[in-house]
């Protein structure tokens, strides 16, 4: 039988990597045009835009300072708080007291000096006398002291006017002193102070408008004088609602300044 020859196919020689390299020759970038003008003039608008905002933007608010003005805040809050409370309690302590009639055997009974006009008494101190009277003949004590200076021009002062009100009154003129000093309740206790240690006097019941009797007393008390109060309850310091309110006000105002500074406030209703 005859042979058959099979013929394979001769495989081709290829080239190292290197010499491909070689003769694929150098590559070509790729190339990109430029942007047209109106592209970059928008980018370029963009770019200065965000600048702008950037510059006008306010600095962001540092981590650790925002728990130092959180407290800043809680210690205004508080601090608000307790003037508001300081307020309100000193406003309920005038209107307390004004409401007390203390009536104990004392020393003194001290009329608190008003106006007066040409020698009569006006009528918050005529409310202040009459009272004084009603306690001076219940035997609260066995004298009245009136007290309170004159304004410039005055011929008579408001010690002097009391004292002869209540002289007119049938009370023996011994038992009523004048102590023609003050123009401020700080000024007048502070007399009456002075003249009742010289007696060696240290009781009193001061008489005065009804919102005017806590710091009156609180002032004789700070003079080294056992004070109590028994205000009037006649008169045009407690005509009508809106007065009283107004009252109160202002000697809440009156005896916080007081309290605070230790001297008079310039403000207020008789003698402040």
Known sequence: MPRTRLHLPTPRRTAPPATRKAHAGPATAPTTSPPPAETAAE???????????????????????????????????????A??????????????????????????ILVLGASQYDGRPSPVLRARLEHALALYRENVAPRII?????????????????????????VAPSSVLAVPVGSDTLQSIAAVATTMHRHHWHSLVIVTDPWHALRSRSMARAA????????????????SRATQFEYIARETTAYLHWWLFRRSSGFGHGVI
């Open 43 to 81: 980018t370029a608008a963009d770019t200065n835009a965000a600048a702008d905002t950037n510059a006008a933007a306010p600095p962001a608010t540092r981590p650790h300072c925002r728990p130092l003005l959180r407290r800043l805040r809680r210690i205004a809050l508080w601090a608000l708080c």
């Open 83 to 108: 003037l508001l409370a300081a307020v309100l309690g000193t406003a309920v302590r005038v209107w307390w007291v004004a409401r007390q009639d203390d009536r104990p055997s004392v020393d003194a």
């Open 146 to 170: 009136t007290v309170g200076g004159n304004q410039p021009g005055d011929r008579f002062t408001e010690a002097g006017s009391g004292r002869r009100w209540l002289v007119d009154r049938e």
């Open 224 to 239: 080294g004088l056992d004070a109590a109060t028994s205000p009037a309850r006649e008169g045009p310091a407690v005509d």
